[in-house]
């Protein structure tokens, strides 16, 4: 399909549908209120697709004025935050329900009667949690339509969850807390998992790795039992006193015994005891464990790791492949909500955005003010025509790329002197010299601790470690001083050269980068095809996930549920 074929069309629809086929290409055209109103609506889906590909979301949500303030209410910061924090109220009861193990000591010998809270208490602040749960999901199934919340099975899942958690809470409190079994607490861990969209990831990986997993685990079990029997048959017992009587009866007394003492040897834990008592008697008998050890931990068990590896680092690139998708659908979905017709050429013919309404949609935008910056002033590097779908696309590509850290300037001195000492204590060789006193430093701490290890404290003669932690604190000092006359304060701040600095700064320069503006995104934004880094595990998958294409793109934009597409 050309790429100037519009997608979505330009005339309001119904339930928040945009479709403005044939709108003027100037915007300065008197269009009445009604097309003003669907310009907005326009605007405002461009904001809400691009902080989809920015967060990398799926944009199969409700698009109208009302539902879009919604959506970006419930992903702002404050609502994410105190929803995390209910999700970790919810499961911090657990600490202080009855029976409670929260004590101030972990000593039987001193440790106090634990605190039972009355009835009523924690139930309050489970039900003040559950009805922040059922107002999310509610929020979730409104947003993203009927249609889609019978197709999604986290959804349905916390749904049912919820209902059993409410209908528990309701029983414990009409018996006044005198329930023999919570159910709920069983499913608080929930609340969590449908939450982290990492963890709902590892839960899949996991499901999708069981069958291939589960014809290892065959193999360890069939291992673990042949080697069991065998065994057990091997040390008899049978003349007291000897070897094979000790190992008998230390790790081969039943089958269950023997079963659980191989297990254990399988992880190597207690390896060499398990065969001590056999070996003793015949070094013979040590074939049995090493052949043993050889099947199990070095054969089977690195096949079950890397069978492990193999799926998740397999999922990693699926993953991965699907938010590289969504993060272009959402830009090709701005792109398209924002395109207009060339000036004096048919729609079919010429489409694009207007450089001018990208810069005013990203100022709307919730993003890290530098990418802004540097997506802004690529835009203007175009010029003033309109951005095709490539361009566009390819603007979002600064996303992906690394903030440098200007080294701000050294101090320019005039004095040949002060440039010759300048030269000297910023040189990379005086840093040198500085590890070598910390090193130093800890070399004679631990001198002095081993010596006097069998020494009294009160006998101690600690004279000679305080001088020399003194000249060492009074050369760190000295040597502070030096880097900040020769690189100056930002600089020496921005560069800590030993481990001294490192954790003198590190609170420092915290606070420093909120405002130092001496920063920058390393791109090349009048280059085509610019080489840049990447912060993402893009850069270390990026040889193997594939651009999606135009057709399935478009594919998807038009199985949107709830924007019209029109040709």
Same mark, same amino acid.
């Given at each position: 399909?050309?790429?100037?074929?519009?997608?979505?069309?330009? *005339?309001?629809?119904?339930?928040?549908?945009?479709?403005?086929?044939?709108?003027?290409?100037?915007?300065?055209?008197?269009?009445?209120?009604?097309?003003?109103?669907?310009?907005?609506?326009?605007?405002?889906?461009?904001?809400?697709?691009?902080?989809? *590909?920015?967060?990398?979301?799926?944009?199969?949500?409700?698009?109208?004025?009302?539902?879009?303030?919604?959506?970006?209410?419930?992903?702002?910061? +404050?609502?994410?935050?105190?929803?995390?924090?209910?999700?970790?109220?919810?499961?911090?009861?657990?600490?202080?329900?009855?029976?409670?193990?929260?004590?101030?000591?972990?000593?039987?010998?001193?440790?106090?009667?634990?605190?039972?809270?009355?009835?009523?208490? +924690?139930?309050?602040?489970?039900?003040?949690?559950?009805?922040?749960?059922?107002?999310?999901?509610?929020?979730?199934?409104?947003?993203?339509?009927?249609?889609?919340?019978?197709?999604?099975?986290?959804?349905?899942?916390?749904?049912?969850?919820?209902?059993?958690?409410? $209908?528990?809470?309701?029983?414990?409190?009409?018996?006044?807390?005198?329930?023999?079994?919570?159910?709920?607490?069983?499913?608080?861990?929930?609340?969590?998992?449908?939450?982290?969209?990492?963890?709902?990831?590892?839960?899949?990986?996991?499901?999708?790795?069981?069958?291939?997993?589960?014809?290892?685990?065959?193999?360890?079990?069939?291992?673990?039992?042949?080697?069991?029997?065998?065994?057990?048959?091997?040390?008899?017992?049978?003349?007291?006193?000897?070897?094979?009587?000790?190992?008998?009866?230390?790790?081969?007394?039943?089958?269950?015994?023997?079963?659980?003492?191989?297990?254990?040897?399988?992880?190597?834990?207690?390896?060499?005891?398990?065969?001590?008592?056999?070996?003793?008697?015949?070094?013979?008998?040590?074939?049995?464990?090493?052949?043993?050890?050889?099947?199990?931990?070095?054969?089977?068990?690195?096949?079950?790791? *890397?069978?492990?590896?193999?799926?998740?680092?397999?999922?990693?690139?699926?993953?991965?492949?699907?938010?590289?998708?969504?993060?272009?659908?959402?830009?090709?979905?701005?792109?398209?909500?924002?395109?207009?017709?060339?000036?004096?050429?048919?729609?079919?013919?010429?489409?694009?955005?207007?450089?001018?309404?990208? #810069?005013?949609?990203?100022?709307?935008?919730?993003?890290?003010?530098?990418?802004?910056?540097?997506? $802004?002033?690529? #835009?203007?590097?175009?010029?003033?025509?309109?951005?095709?779908?490539?361009?566009?696309?390819?603007?979002?590509?600064?996303?992906?790329?690394?903030?440098?850290?200007?080294?701000?300037?050294?101090?320019?001195?005039?004095?040949?002197?002060?440039?010759?000492?300048?030269?000297?204590?910023?040189?990379?060789?005086?840093?040198?010299?500085?590890?070598?006193?910390?090193?130093?430093?800890?070399?004679?701490?631990?001198?002095?601790?081993?010596?006097?290890?069998?020494?009294?404290?009160?006998?101690?003669?600690?004279?000679?470690?305080?001088?020399?932690?003194?000249?060492?604190?009074?050369?760190?000092?000295?040597?502070?001083?030096?880097?900040?006359?020769?690189?100056?304060?930002?600089?020496?701040?921005?560069?800590?050269?030993?481990?001294?600095?490192?954790?003198?700064?590190?609170?420092?320069?915290?606070?420093?980068?909120?405002?130092?503006?001496?920063?920058?995104?390393?791109?090349?934004?009048?280059?085509?095809?610019?080489?840049?880094?990447?912060? +993402?595990?893009?850069?270390?998958?990026?040889?193997?996930?594939?651009?999606?294409?135009?057709?399935?793109?478009?594919?998807?934009?038009?199985?949107?549920?709830?924007?019209?597409?029109?040709?």
């Amino acid at each position: 399909m050309a790429e100037s074929d519009p997608l979505l069309s330009r *005339a309001r629809g119904d339930s928040g549908r945009d479709c403005r086929a044939g709108f003027p290409a100037s915007r300065s055209v008197q269009v009445g209120p009604d097309a003003a109103a669907g310009w907005d609506l326009c605007f405002d889906q461009a904001v809400v697709f691009i902080e989809d *590909a920015i967060q990398y979301r799926s944009i199969n949500h409700r698009m109208d004025a009302g539902s879009m303030w919604l959506y970006r209410w419930y992903y702002s910061d +404050t609502c994410q935050w105190i929803l995390s924090f209910v999700i970790f109220l919810i499961l911090f009861l657990a600490f202080i329900e009855t029976p409670s193990s929260l004590t101030s000591t972990s000593d039987v010998r001193y440790r106090s009667a634990p605190w039972d809270p009355p009835c009523g208490l +924690t139930e309050s602040i489970e039900g003040l949690c559950l009805l922040v749960f059922v107002a999310d999901l509610s929020v979730k199934s409104y947003l993203v339509g009927w249609a889609q919340f019978q197709k999604s099975l986290w959804l349905l899942d916390y749904l049912v969850v919820l209902v059993v958690s409410l $209908v528990d809470w309701t029983v414990s409190l009409s018996l006044v807390c005198q329930e023999p079994l919570r159910l709920r607490r069983l499913l608080r861990p929930f609340f969590l998992l449908q939450n982290s969209s990492m963890m709902k990831k590892t839960l899949k990986c996991i499901r999708w790795s069981l069958w291939e997993m589960a014809s290892v685990v065959l193999l360890l079990a069939l291992h673990l039992s042949v080697f069991t029997m065998f065994g057990m048959l091997l040390f008899t017992g049978e003349e007291q006193g000897d070897g094979q009587d000790k190992e008998r009866l230390t790790y081969f007394r039943s089958l269950p015994e023997a079963l659980t003492s191989l297990l254990v040897l399988l992880t190597t834990a207690n390896n060499p005891d398990v065969m001590i008592p056999a070996y003793s008697k015949n070094r013979a008998y040590a074939i049995f464990f090493i052949v043993f050890t050889l099947i199990g931990s070095l054969f089977l068990m690195n096949l079950l790791t *890397a069978i492990i590896y193999n799926q998740f680092r397999g999922y990693l690139v699926k993953s991965l492949q699907a938010s590289l998708f969504r993060k272009r659908l959402g830009t090709r979905a701005a792109y398209e909500v924002l395109c207009t017709p060339a000036e004096g050429e048919a729609p079919p013919r010429g489409v694009g955005v207007k450089p001018q309404d990208l #810069v005013q949609v990203l100022q709307k935008v919730q993003m890290d003010g530098t990418h802004r910056q540097a997506i $802004v002033e690529k #835009v203007h590097s175009y010029g003033g025509g309109l951005l095709s779908a490539d361009k566009f696309q390819n603007l979002f590509n600064e996303l992906d790329r690394r903030v440098v850290k200007e080294r701000p300037p050294r101090p320019e001195y005039r004095s040949p002197l002060l440039q010759s000492a300048q030269f000297l204590f910023g040189h990379r060789w005086f840093d040198y010299l500085g590890n070598a006193v910390v090193l130093a430093n800890l070399v004679s701490i631990c001198v002095f601790l081993v010596r006097d290890a069998d020494v009294l404290p009160r006998d101690r003669d600690d004279f000679i470690l305080g001088i020399l932690n003194c000249v060492f604190i009074l050369y760190y000092l000295a040597e502070m001083l030096l880097k900040v006359f020769a690189l100056g304060l930002l600089g020496y701040l921005s560069c800590p050269s030993n481990v001294f600095d490192g954790l003198l700064t590190v609170v420092l320069l915290n606070f420093l980068h909120k405002w130092d503006r001496r920063s920058h995104l390393q791109s090349l934004p009048r280059d085509p095809d610019p080489t840049y880094e990447m912060t +993402t595990l893009e850069l270390l998958f990026g040889h193997v996930l594939e651009e999606p294409t135009e057709e399935e793109l478009i594919e998807k934009l038009q199985r949107h549920p709830h924007l019209q597409l029109c040709r």
